[in-house]
Nanobody, 126 residues
Framework: QVQLVESGGGSVQAGGSLRLSCAAS????????MYWVRQAPGKEREVITR????????DYGESVKGRFTVSQDNSKNTLYLQMNTLKPEDTAMYYC???????????????????WGQGTQVTVSS
């Protein structure tokens, strides 16, 4: 089973940028649906992006559309999340996740997706 490791989180001021990475090992990301999911304190996990590896088609949640961009480097078996114009409400633990099946954008339970990384914290100050 593929394993995922996120990196790139940190603390930034509002308006700043960060790029998260999700490195896969133990298998290829081919034919997976890949997700970026975040969990703010006291809230459920929220799927903010959905990416289909075979063709690169991507969907974004309304809260991040126009500010976040997903990309893939097949040679490195890595998925990225470029986050621009960050807002304090973007503060959350960010997870990379994968599944063979598509899932909706929005709030989910951990059991809704098959493979999870350990998460990386993003903190945006005003």
């Amino acid at each position: 089973q593929v394993q995922l490791v996120e990196s790139g989180g940190g603390s930034v001021q509002a308006g700043g940028s960060l790029r998260l990475s999700c490195a896969a090992s133990g298998g290829t990301l081919s034919f997976y649906w890949m997700y970026w999911v975040r969990q703010a304190p006291g809230k459920e996990r929220e799927v903010i992006t959905r990416f289909y590896t075979p063709d690169g088609s991507t969907d974004y949640g309304e809260s991040v559309k126009g500010r976040f961009t997903v990309s893939q480097d097949n040679s490195k078996n890595t998925l990225y999340l470029q986050m621009n114009t960050l807002k304090p409400e973007d503060t959350a633990m960010y997870y990379c996740a994968a599944d063979r099946l598509p899932i909706w954008l929005g709030y989910i339970q951990p059991a809704d997706l098959g493979v999870w990384g350990q998460g990386t914290q993003v903190t945006v100050s005003s």
